[in-house]
T-cell receptor, first 113, second 115 residues
Framework: RKEVEQDPGPFNVPEGATVAFNCTYSNSASQSFFWYRQDCRKEPKLLMS???SGNEDGRFTAQLNRASQYISLLIRDSKLSDSATYLC??????????????FGAGTILRVKS | DAGITQSPRYKITETGRQVTLMCHQTWSHSYMFWYRQDLGHGLRLIYYSAAADITDKGEVPDGYVVSRSKTENFPLTLESATRSQTSVYFC??????????????FGDGTRLSIL
């Protein structure tokens, strides 16, 4: 079983739609959680951190469920520019894993006009 | 402008050759990382470094060597390149470890093809 699993998609949605991605992780010692965005053939860029209480940044909302070991990303009012691959990222306790990030394989989002 | 830069951006070489990918950051970040990205696998950690002269293996270290004589540089060497090492390589850095959320910042990547 992969340490971090995501639905690869692609998710094809019209502009203005609301779309949600889930990500599950296997290690209960996971410490920190992030969503990264990666455009085609470009480097990953931090989209947002995910906090235990959930957090929002404009049209983006991230949620963490430690009991069920999953995180989610909700995008409201999708824009064409949101088209990208979204990477779920989990870190483990630094003392054991050296602040290692474990990446999911990514979920592809395509927003169409 | 400060940042993290990788060189070369593209590289084609032959099996058996030694090749070194360079990574340089100007933030004085303690931690630096090397990943490879292949279809269906996402990014996989090759090696990381917590500080100058401190390196450790990641998930897929075989066939790679790293060094970190200076905080700002973290070169990755393929000692004898194989076709399976054809990939996109990303270098990243972060402020530090610890229990706080410390996102990593990535370079533009090096696209390496082994013929």
């Amino acid at each position: 079983r992969k340490e971090v699993e995501q639905d690869p998609g692609p998710f094809n949605v019209p502009e203005g739609a609301t779309v949600a991605f889930n990500c599950t992780y296997s290690n209960s010692a996971s410490q920190s959680f992030f969503w990264y965005r990666q455009d085609c053939r470009k480097e990953p860029k931090l989209l947002m951190s995910v906090y235990s209480s959930g957090n929002e940044d404009g049209r983006f909302t991230a949620q963490l469920n430690r009991a069920s070991q999953y995180i989610s990303l909700l995008i409201r009012d999708s824009k064409l520019s949101d088209s990208a691959t979204y990477l779920c990222v989990v870190t483990f306790h630094p003392m054991e894993y050296g602040n290692k990030l474990v990446f999911g394989a990514g979920t592809i989002l395509r927003v169409k006009s | 402008d400060a940042g993290i830069t990788q060189s070369p951006r593209y590289k084609i070489t032959e099996t058996g050759r030694q090749v070194t990918l360079m990574c340089h950051q100007t933030w004085s970040h303690s931690y630096m990382f090397w990943y490879r990205q292949d279809l269906g696998h996402g990014l996989r950690l090759i090696y990381y470094s917590a500080a100058a002269d401190i390196t450790d293996k990641g998930e897929v270290p075989d066939g790679y060597v790293v060094s970190r004589s200076k905080t700002e540089n973290f070169p990755l060497t393929l000692e004898s390149a194989t076709r399976s090492q054809t990939s996109v390589y990303f270098c990243a850095s972060s402020v530090g470890g610890g229990v706080s959320n410390q996102p990593q910042h990535f370079g533009d990547g090096t696209r390496l093809s082994i013929l």
